[in-house]
């Protein structure tokens, strides 16, 4: 609990902290890893070196800053690094190493101006923000280990089945090699995979590509040149091999209502949106499915999609984009004149998942076409950022 003297502290110096923020975050991580090199290898070095995580964690604190007066409002804007933090396994017992790192790390950048009661009240901030973290993620680890078929930590599982979905994406389908049932996930959340790469783990996140179905769990990975994961997916990895899984996450989820919904994608971002398609077209809702890929070569789950329209012909409409090519209902972009052209009603819920650029473009034009930030829904195949056109 922070005092009144902390809080006025706090709010005094927020400005400061703030100022100094990419100085503070990129000491923090360095000396995190120099002092504790066991968490180093739940991070994406990419992050890392492009800057997006260590930005998203300094800006989770400081944002808190000003919801902590609104504690439901708070929790709700924790979702997503809730959600992150769950399907890595992460554990109350990392908090006081990242706690210590932090106010190391603002202790060298702020120097003298970090008096002990600032640092104190600092200090008193972030314990908040763990305990809180600490108690919405504990919620989620005991909720999913009650479902049938749940589990806690990670869950060895052995690749059953794979499927080449286009010249770059691969479907790997996992079952527990403890040969129990899975528990279900939400369409459009993702999981935690940990792969063993030359003697070390490693960590990424995938979204789980179909309907749950109790006995395994599907992902579907593009091939990326220089992907550390990826390649080891496409290149190394084969039917047979094992690896673990951590528990199913992430809030971009099917949300309940009847209105038609428009789902777009690039590239890769269609993996989370075939399950939220399917889920919804079995609860009777109308679906536009629009796909943008560069060519047919990278066209993915032509057949699924095809699968289903036969399934649900009235209820679903397919728009298939390539950039170059022919032969698909839209030859170009996914652009402002295509959205306004099958945007099913101006109460449409919008799912838009794929690369920043894309997904800057198609929300600046659902904006721009009415549609209400509350039914635009995205997630980004990284740390959460602003979408800012490219
Ligand atoms: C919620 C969520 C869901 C996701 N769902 C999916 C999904 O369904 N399918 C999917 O394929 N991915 C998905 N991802 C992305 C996935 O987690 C990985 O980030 C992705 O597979 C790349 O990992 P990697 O280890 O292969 O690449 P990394 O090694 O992490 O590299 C990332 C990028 O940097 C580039 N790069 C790396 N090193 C270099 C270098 N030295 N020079 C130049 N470029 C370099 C790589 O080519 C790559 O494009 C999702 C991510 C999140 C957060
Ligand atoms: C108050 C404390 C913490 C805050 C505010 C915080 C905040 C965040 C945020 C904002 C993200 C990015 C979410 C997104 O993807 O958009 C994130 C991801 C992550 N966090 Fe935390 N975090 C905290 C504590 C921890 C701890 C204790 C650990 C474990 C050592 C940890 C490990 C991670 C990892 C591994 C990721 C994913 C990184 C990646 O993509 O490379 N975090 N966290």
Redesign the pocket.
């Known amino acids: 609990m922070l005092s009144h003297e902390q809080e006025a502290l706090i709010d005094a110096t927020a400005p400061v902290v703030a100022e100094h923020l990419n100085a503070i975050t990129s000491r923090f991580y360095p000396l ?1 890893f120099e002092r ?1 090199p066991e ?1 180093k290898v ?3 070095e990419v ?2 070196q492009n800057g ?2 260590p930005r ?2 300094a ?3 400081l944002a ?1 800053v000003q919801l902590r007066g609104n504690p439901a409002k708070a929790r709700a804007a ?1 979702d ?2 809730v959600s ?2 769950v399907s ?1 396994n ?2 109350p017992e ?2 006081p ?3 210590e790192c ?1 106010m190391a790390a603002i202790g060298e950048v702020l120097g003298d101006a970090l008096t002990p009661e600032i640092a104190d009240a600092w200090g008193a901030l ?1 314990n908040e ?2 305990a809180l ?1 600490i108690d919405l993620e504990d919620q989620r680890y005991r909720e999913f280990e009650s479902r049938p078929g749940g589990w806690r930590g990670a869950r060895r599982f052995k690749i059953a089945r794979t499927h080449q979905e286009s010249s770059v994406i691969r479907s790997f389908v996992f079952e527990p090699e403890d040969g129990g049932p899975v528990a279900a996930h939400e369409p459009g959340q993702y999981i935690g995979v940990r792969v063993m790469i030359d003697g070390e783990p490693v ?1 990424r ?1 995938y979204s789980l590509s179909d309907l749950p179905n109790g006995r395994s769990y599907r992902i579907s990975i593009k091939r990326e040149e220089q992907g550390r994961v990826s390649r080891h997916f496409h290149d190394v990895l084969a039917v047979g091999d094992t690896l673990e899984l951590l528990p199913p996450a992430g809030d971009l989820t099917l949300i309940e209502g009847s209105e038609p919904l428009l789902l777009a994608s690039g590239g890769v971002g269609q993996t989370p949106l075939l399950p939220i398609a399917r889920q919804a077209l079995l609860d009777g809702r109308r679906v536009v499915y629009l796909h943008a890929a560069i060519d047919r070569d990278h066209h993915a789950f032509g057949d699924d999609v095809k699968a289903l329209k036969r399934d649900y012909p009235e209820q679903l409409t397919v728009v298939n984009v390539l950039e170059r090519g022919e032969g698909v209902e839209h030859i170009g972009r996914i652009d402002r004149d295509l959205l306004a052209r099958y945007l099913p009603g101006p109460r449409a819920r919008c799912y838009f998942v794929g690369p920043q650029g894309f997904m800057a473009a198609v929300d600046t034009a659902l904006a721009g076409l009415g549609i209400d930030d509350s039914h635009r829904h995205f997630e ?1 195949f ?4 602003p979408l800012v056109a490219a």
């Open positions: 995190m504790y968490v739940l991070f994406n992050h890392q997006s995580q998203a964690l800006g989770a604190v808190y924790l997503i690094v992150k933090h890595l992460i554990l990392h908090y190493i990242v706690g932090l972030y923000l763990a973290l960590y996140h980004h990284g740390p959460a950022r």
